[in-house]
């Protein structure tokens, strides 16, 4: 057994040293945080592992977009998977402005100054739906001049990365071929904008394409890790795929939900083993706890210790 150690901080101390103290100190939570710098460190310097990167759509409304959008950049994840909603909120970022807001407003009334509260973020109305619908009735036609009538989800947010402003999720995606699939695409404001355009022109989403991709990526990896933020359709969408190739071997988890509920957001990543969707001799850790608060301090004390390093990525853009 490992002996508990006080933790000995000092002035200019840097983020990766801190989480050194916290890896020896124990304690509750901490202990997680430090063995996921020390996983995810691994696991981007693996130069074999198939990397995942999942996400709900929430924190794209935060500046955590920043965070991931910079992970893109270095190539530290091969794979996005994401809901329709983090579509919606990256194109709105980058044609509006999001505020600051409080859990405790009067939603009444915010209805009534036409204003959406997502947590304590504050949306108006004019700064998501109208303007997600303008860029889709502008973008889609082009893409359907490139690419024919029938494309996946995944080809589909390739080519509209490209109309997307600089240090947009879609943009940094297109531009280091990180390919984005989103098999929940057509919940969310993006998606009925497609819906509502498909009346108009004829055109058609091929989710089995991307499944397939998927497949042909899963019996194909050696290796593969994923950084698995909140839950939900994402998750599994991650975790579903890896089992066909053995299970994932490095996995961090970082959620606010419980387990004793059966759910799949809930789940820790022991559970995933009897699944097969998680290794049993994956390096594997589950933080409980809320990503925005969480995530900048880790991926902190991780470029601490990775520097400028940039990882060669697989470019899978067109290999799938």
Known sequence: MRKVEDITLRPGMKVSNVVEEMEKAGGFTARFVAESVSIMEKMVRDSRSVNFLSFPAD????????????????????????????????????????????????????????????????????????????????????VIEDLGSRFSPSELLHHLGERMCQGSLLRVAHDEGVPIFSPGLLDSSFGTALSFLSQEIDFHLDFMRDMLKLANLSFTMQVSGALVLGGGISKHHTIWWNQFKG????????????????????????????????????????????????????????LDRIGDFKREGKQLVGKL
């Open 247 to 302: 299970g994932l071997n490095y996995v961090i988890y970082l959620s606010t939900a419980v387990e004793w509920d059966g759910s799949l957001s809930g789940a820790r990543e022991r559970e995933a083993i009897s699944w097969g969707k998680v290794s049993k001799e994956a390096m594997r850790t589950f933080i409980p706890g809320e990503v925005t608060a969480l995530l900048p301090f880790i991926y902190a004390a991780l």
């Open 59 to 142: 924190i794209v409304s935060t500046g955590i977009r920043g965070i991931l959008v910079d992970m893109l950049r270095r190539r530290l994840f091969d794979v996005v998977i994401t809901t329709g909603g983090a579509v919606d909120h990256d194109i709105a970022r980058c044609h509006a402005d999001y505020y600051h807001g409080t859990f405790n407003a009067d939603d009444s009334e915010l209805y009534e100054r036409e204003i959406h509260r997502l947590g304590n973020i504050f949306i108006p109305f004019n700064n998501y739906g109208p303007v997600i619908e303008s860029f889709v009735r502008e973008g889609v036609p082009k």
